[in-house]
């Protein structure tokens, strides 16, 4: 359709999700807005050039081959890195070039393809450590402000209760993070950007390594976060899994993000179906 | 009358000592086990707090034989004395305030490195700035609060109480703190500082202050020091007593406060014993029958007669305990083995 | 501050790099296929000067000439270095940095003081002969055993060249510490190359210590442990794992530490090459935020 290759070329020149106003009359005013992004390593281009929007409380999806530069996206979104030229808007401020903790505090969330799970700490732990702005992490309240500690320590505890029932992991809160498995873990990886309260989640290959049947699980958890009105980005390459479960794709190739709109209008879109040539099976 | 005499005295010394380096353990905890802070320089705060309270307290150089020091305030005993524990701590940590901006950053190896040897720099300044610390002479006229008033013995006594009062208080302080919120994400910056960052939580500045609290744990351990012993030597602070430190550490268990506390006594005791292996020998020798009193000769004849072969042992030992430990018992004898588990990684994270 | 005295301190600076580059070396080529930097190296200087003392001197009978006895002891020395590895490190190899650097401490611990309790505090000193300074090019002032060290460490270095670029173990040295993995994959046996290497920086150290000794004589039994500082902060400085920069990191801080001692003061030596560290680390984060090491 004529439509869909106009997105295509609208890619360069907005800063827009330019599909999603053509098919969901939203304000056009995305959260996450990457314009333009480029970052090379040494001799290596990792992104070339991409450009899309993620709409507030949509679920998108980010797909492309290995290689095609996903990550690095994350890693310039997170602050991990800085491009080399490009923007990053987070509800319209500039993010990019910050550091990692910074845009963090700015509420993007994050989670690592090989979760970084806390081994020598509990699930508890482990979520309760990121709830954000602990007056009890200040090493003076801990010895002189007890109180107002405790009372702060309850509430998160409460919402650590929370998430470890939205994720079944109550039966493992006791359980120190080396004794997870590698599904267990992702859903932990899961739950503590959830507690960290961020405006966008950014996943990363968030069933990238999980037992087939948890796999479902998880993005139904997913799609119920969605539900509750968290904006979420991530990361996959199984072309069924984001056709299923994402408002908004983004296809990036070679660096470069080739298309970006709603599932059905991206599947058919020429230069996605070039790029993927005999398309994807799991 | 002596009050404490023969053994009495022994012991009342030797927990004295072993509540001081209970201090230095715990201090070195807060670094190593809870932060993953791989600081090999531990034992520049114990000095620069054993040196602030000397510099402090001492009598002004013309009341002391080779004197070239020209900086005192000869503060008198008794209201000196927290004021000189407080200047103690205080120089504790700001060296570690001084050492950490310049190192925190820095991954496991540089971190080590740059303690190591940032100790061995500030204790070639303590030899050299004579104007400030008497050069390797030492300040041998700290003067011990109390002593005159009370007499030796019972200020033996008196200043061990006071010493494991010390212990007591910081080590509830640091329980508390450590239990807290602020305990959790020292942990959590030890296992994996990317993630942390990504949690919003700044490593660099959460290290900082970690490392300023361990170094004014350890620096009020010279205060303490200064006015048992008396006497402030750089002789005193070799890296030698960095590792013993640590021996007591990874032997009561890494990230446990208790067991820093068991770990030091432990430690102290050992090298306390050892004392007596000369006087155990002599006293074997003199107790044992005619027909074998060739026995024990035979035995230990061959090893060297020099003076620095027992404290030599000592230290062969301190280093094979690290060995062990490390690997055979990691999470030594009280800490957790699930968290020491992971102490094995990158602190950096991926 | 004629030329004449600077271009002498040039040449000291030159010489104790010599004896900085060769231990270097050895410590950076060890930390590129073990990937921990080994506190225990400082012994091998140690023992090495230590051993070249006795065999020459007189120990089980033998009495050695010097430069003989140098070479067994090196000799032995490496030999140390394959079996500290293999005793200590080689069964937590998989522990990760921390555990690695904690118990080469502890191996420097049970090496130094084995040593000084056998020996006592006292200084030795090799038994080198006394040498009057000869003039070179009308301009600079050497004994023939400083122009011997230089030589020492420049053969070593050109020795460490060859063995890398020429030789089937200096490939595999530097496949395995470029990726130890893959060079398993390639099938290298990773095992064996890790030990060979220790002999290398073994032998290394040893000699470093015998050119200590002959150029710092007395020495004592920490003597290797003490010049730690200033081994790490050339091998830092050329980046660690680079045999070359190394080499060049050495006579960077000799350079240093000769000037630092004559033009500024004499007290502090090791002070200066630590400065330069603290430095560059300050300046080039490579290691800061994001660096494994």
Known sequence: MGAADSDADADADTDDAGSANIDDGSAGDPLLAVDGVVKTFGGLVAVDGATFGVERESITGLIGPNGAGKSTLFDCITGVHAPDSGTIRLDGAEIQGRSPTAVARRGVGRTFQTPKTFRGMTVRQNLAFAARDQVGERAFNSMFRPNTVSAEEADIQERVDEILEFLELDHLAEEYGSALSGGQRKLLELGRVILMDPDIILLDEPIAGVNPSLTDDLLDRLEELNDRGRTILFIEHDIDVVMQHCDHVVVMHNGETLASGPPQIVQEDDRVVEAYLGGYDA | MALLTGWAAFLVGFATIAAIYGLLTVGLNVHYGYTGLLNFGHVAFFAAGAYAAAIVTMPPPSTVTNASYVVWFNLPMPWGFPVSLAAAALAGGVLALLIGLTSVRLGTHYLAIATFALAGVFSDILVNEAWLTNGSFGMNSVPKPGRAVLGADVWQLVYLIFALVSLAAVYLLVERVMNAPFGRLLKGIRESEAAAEMLGKNPTVVKLKSFVIGGMITGFAGGIYAHYFGSVVTAQFLPGVTFTVYAAMLLGGAASNTGAVVGAFTVVAFRESTRFITTAYNWFQATLPEPVTGILPAVFGPLPNNPSFIPSMRLVVVGLLFVLVIRYRPEGLLGNPSEVDALGDEGGGD | ?293
Request: proline share 3%; no cysteine.
């Open chain 3, 1 to 293: 501050m004629s030329f004449h005295d600077i271009l002498q301190v040039i040449v000291f600076g030159l010489i104790e790099g010599s004896v900085i580059a060769v231990g270097a070396v050895g410590l950076t080529l060890s930390y590129g296929v073990t990937r921990f930097i080994n506190f225990a190296y400082g012994e091998f200087l140690t023992y090495g000067a230590y051993l070249t003392l006795f065999l020459a001197g007189g120990l089980f009978g033998l009495s050695m000439p010097l430069p003989a006895a140098a070479v067994v002891a090196i000799a032995i020395v490496g030999g140390l270095g394959v079996a500290v590895s293999r005793t200590f490190f080689e069964p937590i190899a998989d522990r990760g940095a921390l555990p690695l650097l904690i118990t080469s401490i502890g191996v420097s611990f049970i090496l130094r003081n084995l040593l000084q309790g056998w020996v006592g505090v006292d200084a030795r000193q090799l038994p080198t002969p006394l040498l009057r300074r000869q003039e070179y090019l009308g301009l600079v002032q050497l004994t023939d055993l400083e122009l011997g060290i230089v030589v020492a460490g420049v053969m070593t270095m050109v020795a460490i060249h060859l063995l890398l670029q020429h030789t089937m173990l200096g490939k595999r040295m530097r496949a395995t510490s470029g990726n130890r993995s893959l060079a398993e994959v390639a099938g290298i046996d990773t095992t064996s190359v890790v030990r060979q290497t220790w002999f290398v920086s073994g032998a290394a150290g040893a000699l470093s210590g015998v050119l200590y000794a002959v150029l710092f004589s007395p020495f004592r039994p920490g003597v290797g442990f003490e010049y730690l500082i200033v081994i790490f902060a050339a091998t830092l400085l050329g980046g660690i794992g680079r045999p070359y920069g190394a080499m060049l990191g050495a006579f960077a801080i000799g350079l240093a530490m000769n000037f630092g001692s004559t033009y500024l003061s004499a007290n502090y030596t090791r002070a200066y090459a630590f400065l330069i560290l603290v430095a560059v680390l300050l300046v080039k984060p490579e290691g800061i935020r994001g660096g494994e090491f």
